[in-house]
């Protein structure tokens, strides 16, 4: 994904940035919006070399979430959604007003499995969630854990590409 966004560079200039939260802090069992309401930022960093290290003002990102699904309900104080897709969506456009946002949920985690290097939290579970305290040494290591990745474009463009949105309406 790096790679990625180090590539969309025009006559050097970064034209998106990619984010990522490796592993998403989360507990196992942790419902979505459990897990999302616990940042008051953010939980995703900057991955990109880029000036700007805040992107508040993105005109479009695209942001996928591995390996948290609807494990425990929502209570109705902090969403009302339905899928976990709607629960991101009103997270993105909350943090992101007026940008185009696009997310996908998949439930299947990222693997990491050798050869991914093993350089986790003792705090991790073999599956990747938070946990109180390191449960000794386990050979097996970190075989899978949740993810939020996201490309969002920079805040540069913003005034560019919302010019060419209006012209085009």
Do not use: N
């Not at 508040?56 to 969403?79: D, T, Y």
């Not at 579970?125 to 290591?141: E, M």
């Amino acid at each position: 994904m790096l790679h990625f966004a180090d590539s969309l560079t025009f006559s050097g200039r970064k034209v998106v940035a990619a984010w990522a939260a490796l592993p998403l802090p989360a507990s196992s069992g942790s419902s979505l919006p459990d897990v999302l309401s616990a940042h008051q930022d953010v939980p995703w960093k900057l991955l990109s070399s880029c000036r700007e290290q805040r992107f508040s003002s993105c005109f479009a990102q695209s942001v996928v979430l591995r390996g948290i699904g609807q494990e425990k309900a929502p209570r109705p104080s902090l969403h009302s959604c339905e899928s976990p897709e709607q629960v991101l969506q009103q997270y993105l456009h909350s943090h992101f007003p007026g940008a185009f946002s696009t997310c996908h949920v998949l439930q299947q985690p990222c693997h990491t499995q050798p050869p991914f290097p093993q350089f986790f939290s003792p705090l991790l579970t073999t599956r990747g969630f938070l946990q109180d305290r390191a449960q000794g040494s386990s050979s097996a290591g970190v075989e899978s854990m949740p993810v939020l990745a996201a490309l969002q474009s920079c805040p540069g463009l913003r005034g560019l590409l919302s010019g060419l949105c209006r012209e085009l309406r």
